[in-house]
């Protein structure tokens, strides 16, 4: 190839890049012909590095003097391209690849080698890549020397990531933010990595509307309702957005056997108890239901009917229309449907 570009030499020169510059130099290639007219062997025989160079040179200033950066030593080249280059640059332009990246990949390098935890990354990679490089760029900076979880992720996944770090970042301050991240670091799957994130979507719940009693006990911390939801194996844990939002709270039966009790909102009643469950969302047995209703009554929970339900029926029973069992249920048929697993 070499060759033929001396020969080409021969040529008059032209401002117009070639096919071969168009492939080396990528979207910069027009305003490198500018500076190395054809056949460009000056540039096109120049180190990997050096090309590099000059295309980060006109990422960050499009009107930079290209000539010298071929011809300098390399360190002063640096300087002159990129006045404020982050340490580690020399070594990186030697090591990605004979192609030109794309302006926003040199960019997002520049930015990895600026912080000192991801350009360590970028300096053990075994090949520094513009893939990698924008995996490492999407992630939190704490997650900077998860370039093997990285890898796993597709971009749908690293923007969810980079998503929820944000809304974090909102919510709870950039240092509660960090933290999870940390977390989320030392995960080691993809899988595991999803789980926390969960996790960590969620703000603790509000107090629940009562302490609870010797045999009710609250479930008031998202570890506890982690925890319970281990053991219960039941619906408990898909409802970590009921109870952030305060919409529910969630109580343990201690029995034996145990349960777990929702209580919920309701615009009449205050609160109301909306289900109990056993293990595995088992059918709470007759003989047990009327204790835990007992209890839930000394703590001001309703049981019955709900609010919605006697509203629809005084609108049905407005419009002279007949209120049908199926419109307003009894007590009985509302206590059974939080106690059974239909």
């Known amino acids: 190839m070499l060759k033929l570009i001396r020969d080409a030499g021969l040529a008059p020169a032209v401002a117009?890049?070639?096919?071969?510059?168009?492939?080396?130099?990528?979207?910069?290639?027009?305003?490198?012909?500018?500076?190395?007219?054809?056949?460009?062997?000056?540039?096109?025989?120049?180190?990997?590095?050096?090309?590099?160079?000059?295309?980060?040179?006109?990422?960050?200033?499009?009107?930079?003097?290209?000539?010298?950066?071929?011809?300098?030593?390399?360190?002063?080249?640096?300087?002159?391209?990129?006045?404020?280059?982050?340490?580690?640059?020399?070594?990186?332009?030697?090591?990605?690849?004979?192609?030109?990246?794309?302006?926003?990949?040199?960019?997002?390098?520049?930015?990895?080698?600026?912080?000192?935890?991801?350009?360590?990354?970028?300096?053990?990679?075994?090949?520094?890549?513009p893939d990698l490089v924008r995996r490492l760029a999407r992630l939190p900076p704490e997650m900077a020397g998860s370039a093997l979880l990285a890898a796993d992720l597709d971009s749908r996944a690293l923007e969810l990531v980079a998503e929820v770090h944000a809304l974090l970042v909102f919510r709870d301050g950039a240092a509660a933010a960090s933290r999870s991240a940390k977390r989320w670091a030392r995960t080691g799957s993809a899988k595991a990595l999803f789980e926390a994130l969960k996790a960590d979507l969620y703000p603790e719940p509000p107090a629940p509307p009562h302490p609870g009693t010797p045999r009710l006990k609250p479930l008031a911390t998202k570890a506890a309702l982690a925890e319970a939801a281990r053991r219960y194996r039941n619906c408990l844990r898909t409802r970590e957005g009921h109870a952030a939002s305060g919409w529910s709270a969630y109580y343990e039966w201690v029995g034996p056997p145990g349960a777990v009790v929702e209580v919920q909102r309701d615009g009449v009643f205050g609160w109301r108890l909306n289900e109990a469950k056993l293990v595995e969302n088992a059918t709470v047995p007759a003989e047990l239901r009327d204790e835990i209703v007992a209890e839930l009554a000394l703590m001001g929970i309703h049981c019955g009917r709900t609010s919605w339900e006697l509203e629809r029926a005084i609108n049905v029973a407005a419009a002279g229309q007949a209120v049908h069992g199926h419109v307003l249920r009894t007590a009985e048929e509302a206590l059974a449907d939080a106690f059974d697993n239909d």
Not at 78 to 91: F, K, M, Q, W
């Open 16 to 129: 117009e890049a070639s096919s071969l510059l168009n492939l080396v130099a990528g979207d910069f290639a027009p305003t490198i012909a500018k500076a190395w007219a054809a056949p460009h062997a000056d540039y096109l025989v120049a180190p990997a590095a050096r090309r590099h160079l000059v295309c980060v040179a006109l990422v960050l200033n499009p009107d930079a003097p290209l000539r010298p950066l071929l011809t300098e030593r390399l360190r002063h080249a640096i300087r002159l391209a990129a006045p404020a280059a982050p340490d580690g640059l020399e070594r990186a332009l030697g090591r990605i690849g004979e192609v030109a990246w794309s302006a926003e990949d040199y960019r997002a390098l520049l930015g990895l080698l600026a912080d000192p935890a991801r350009a360590k990354t970028v300096r053990h990679a075994a090949a520094i890549t």
